[in-house]
């Protein structure tokens, strides 16, 4: 008895019930056993990482947190065509009438978001193989799909080893046909999607730089970004249409900077193979490629700055952008033949760049290309693939004001108003406001 006085605790461990009983029982000090182990683990985690963070300084390595949290209010007139709860806005939907020819897609909603909140980290190291080297993980909330929202994910995860003249990026970056230099500083999460492609592919990229020029070359693959087409006869997204081509996405850009001045150009060659059966399907290995151009710019004019862009034969679904291709197959199903579909896009951004009151301005227009004129009759009705093969065209006018206070807090308004060119065209007008806290 003397020793159940002296343990009262000894038989009641065996079971996982009596377990979480014990991990609750107050201490003489009235803090339970349960938080006693959590700030005893924090403390173990603390007193261990200042060693860790000695020895990454001992070797030469400097460590970098920053990121921003991002409240986000948005409504809009109409449905749109979008992701995340269509916080990434691509354009309205068409008219579609209910029995009582009243439009479905017509009426205004509203939602708020903070799936945006981001954090980042840079590590730089000490020189390796005569380059500096350094890299970076950053990752956010809004998820790899649309089901799988609010849930990590991973932006950006690169090494990048910089000799000076040349420079080498492996890793996950931005899409090589999303010039960041010259990046829309738009409010919402599309950065002037679809005009302005926004993606992140894993990639090879190298550049090469001398007196203001500079060359780049860029090998991509596919994630969250995939290609459509038909996969065990189904149409669908995958990355398999481009894991099977064997041929990775490729992109050349020449640049050139000179004081406030940067200008340049872009050409992209993306090859798939857009029928993939992995079932009792009989096997198709034909590949297709598609090519788009670019030309790009942005100049400082005192506290005034203009950015630009233009993609010629846009077809870079992949890119969050529009465009896409026709599938046809024969009737007797031994034959098939790929036509593009594609867009001319423009864009221009103005905004102001310093003092508390930032106002800015996006503009963009698209318009469709012709996807081939007639086809043999051996061939049927064709399967699409991509984004806004049903528009003619497509534009977007969107002012902004910000204000910040300089120390990382600011408040941005938008109004953002797309007018999609359908048989019946349509407009949907988005009020947006969102606050930043950046560290």
């Excluded at 006085?5 to 461990?13: A, E, S, T, V």
């Excluded at 009243?102 to 945006?116: F, K, V």
């Excluded at 302005?196 to 090469?208: F, K, S």
Aim: with cysteine; aromatic share 12%.
């Amino acid at each position: 008895m003397e020793k159940m006085k002296r343990n009262p605790l000894r038989g009641i461990m065996k079971t996982g019930t009596c377990r979480r009983h014990f991990l609750l029982i107050e201490t003489p000090y009235g803090v339970s056993v349960m938080k006693i182990l959590r700030r005893s683990f924090l403390f173990i985690l603390f007193i261990f990482q200042i060693p860790i963070f000695n020895s990454t300084e001992a070797q030469g390595f400097s460590l970098d947190w920053h990121g921003f949290v991002n409240p986000h209010y948005y409504a809009d007139s109409r449905s749109v065509v979008g992701g995340r709860e269509d916080m990434m806005l691509f354009y309205p939907k068409p008219v579609v009438l209910d029995s009582f020819g009243n439009d479905i897609n017509d009426g205004w909603q509203a939602d708020m978001l903070a799936i945006t909140a981001r954090l980042g980290l840079r590590i730089n190291g000490p020189d390796m193989l005569g380059a500096k080297a350094s890299a970076y993980i950053e990752g956010d909330f809004t998820g790899s799909t649309n089901a799988t929202i609010n849930n990590l994910r991973l932006r950006h995860a690169y090494i990048t080893l910089d000799w000076g003249r040349h420079r080498l990026l492996t890793g996950q970056y931005w899409y090589a046909m999303v010039i960041h230099e010259i990046m829309p500083m738009t409010n919402p999460l599309n950065m002037g999607a679809p005009f302005h492609c926004y993606a992140r592919q894993p990639q090879v990229r190298y550049e090469y730089r001398l007196d203001g020029f500079e060359a780049v070359a860029v090998a991509q693959w596919q994630l969250d970004n995939m290609s459509q087409g038909l996969l065990n006869g189904t149409p669908t997204s995958s990355t398999l249409f481009a894991r099977h081509s064997l041929v990775p996405e490729l992109t050349a850009q020449l640049r050139y900077r000179h004081g406030a001045l940067f200008i340049g150009a872009a050409v992209n060659a993306k090859t798939i193979q857009p029928i993939v059966n992995t079932t009792g399907l009989a096997a198709n290995r034909d590949l297709h490629t598609s090519l788009t151009y670019s030309v790009f710019g942005s100049l400082k004019l005192g506290g005034i700055t203009v950015k630009a862009q233009t993609l010629l034969n846009n077809s870079l679904y992949e890119g969050c952008s529009l465009g896409g291709y026709l599938l046809y197959q024969s009737v007797a199903g031994n034959d098939n033949m790929i036509r593009d579909w594609t867009f001319n896009t423009m864009w221009l951004d103005i905004e102001r760049n310093t003092g508390h009151w930032r106002p800015g301005l996006f503009m963009g227009y698209a318009q469709k290309q012709e996807d081939g004129g007639p086809v043999l009759a051996i061939y049927g009705p064709p399967t699409v693939f991509g984004r806004g093969y049903d528009m003619e065209y497509l534009w977007r006018v969107q002012p902004r004001l910000t204000y910040t206070t300089g120390n990382g807090l600011s408040f941005t308004g938008e109004a953002e108003y797309t007018y999609a060119g359908y048989n019946t065209p349509v407009g949907n007008l988005r009020l947006s406001f969102s606050m930043v806290y950046a560290f």
